[in-house]
């Protein structure tokens, strides 16, 4: 497991933009598939984005593509979420997340979670 921590979130009028961090400890994080998933209130945890381990290949939730941009800095032990054109239905908490079974799209693949991060976009 790696151990996740975010920032980055806040308050931002809807078209416009916030960056995503999670900075994540343990020497495996190089070898870990990360994601991004959001939970907003009521509703169920759901994938947003993520990206393997080597960067070469990312994967978006159809509610995100061309808005959101998921990358990662081994080097930093850093995976990034940049996400421009928001709306109000992007409010949520959003969670980072790590997985050594190379599968991104479910939760459960995932072990390793952050605290979340709260994102909320204003009408």
């Known amino acids: 497991q790696v151990q996740l921590l975010e920032s980055g979130g806040g308050l931002v009028q809807a078209g416009g933009s916030l960056s995503l961090s999670c900075a994540a400890s343990?020497?495996?994080?190089?070898?870990?598939?990360m994601g991004w998933f959001r939970q907003a209130p009521g509703k169920e945890r759901e994938f947003v984005a993520a990206?393997?381990?080597?960067?070469?290949?990312?994967y978006y939730a159809d509610s995100v593509k061309g808005r959101f941009t998921i990358s990662r800095d081994n080097a930093k032990n850093t995976v990034y979420l940049q996400m421009n054109s928001l709306k109000p239905e992007d409010t949520a908490v959003y969670y980072c997340?790590?997985?050594?079974?190379?599968?991104?799209?479910?939760?459960?693949?995932?072990?390793?979670w952050g605290q979340g991060t709260r994102v909320t976009v204003s009408s």
């Open positions: 343990g020497r495996t994080f190089s070898s870990y598939a």
């Open positions: 990206i393997i381990w080597s960067g070469v290949r990312t």
């Open positions: 997340a790590g997985t050594s079974s190379g599968r991104v799209y479910y939760p459960h693949e995932y072990d390793s």
